[in-house]
């Protein structure tokens, strides 16, 4: 089966940082984008982050451009979200997901385009 492994989550006050990490197997990497969601109780789902499998192109939403890096490990099977200035309103499970490569796109992210996803990591910002 495929699985992807989200990590990294925790409790840190406003201002500082964590790295998330999601570990992908049992399927083709290079085949595949991969994408962060998070989801704060009440709202709806957002996209957060995604890159390709090269590591060459990636997409930000508004709300953590300039903040957050996503990379992608040398052996591609590993894709990081940095989150740097972390603030309240970033407060959500993140989860990690994967997306066909000729679905991906800089311009926005679709959840449901996505076939795989991850279990979720929590990130709490809180003072």
């Known amino acids: 089966d495929v699985q992807l492994q989200a990590s990294g989550g925790g409790l840190v006050q406003p201002g500082g940082s964590l790295r998330l990490s999601c570990a992908a197997s049992r399927f083709n990497v290079l085949s595949y984008a991969i994408g962060w969601f998070r989801q704060a109780p009440g709202n709806r789902r957002e996209g957060v982050s995604c890159?390709?499998?090269?590591?060459?192109?990636?997409f930000y939403a508004d709300s953590v451009k300039g903040r957050f890096r996503i990379t992608r490990g040398n052996l591609k099977n590993t894709v990081y979200l940095q989150l740097n200035n972390l603030k309240p309103e970033d407060t959500a499970v993140y989860y990690c997901?994967?997306?066909?490569?000729?679905?991906?796109?800089?311009?926005?992210?679709?959840?449901?385009?996505?076939?795989?996803w991850g279990q979720g990591t929590l990130v709490t910002v809180s003072s």
């Open positions: 890159i390709n499998p090269s590591g060459s192109a990636t």
């Open positions: 997901a994967a997306i066909p490569i000729h679905k991906f796109t800089v311009r926005a992210m679709n959840g449901d385009d996505y076939d795989y």
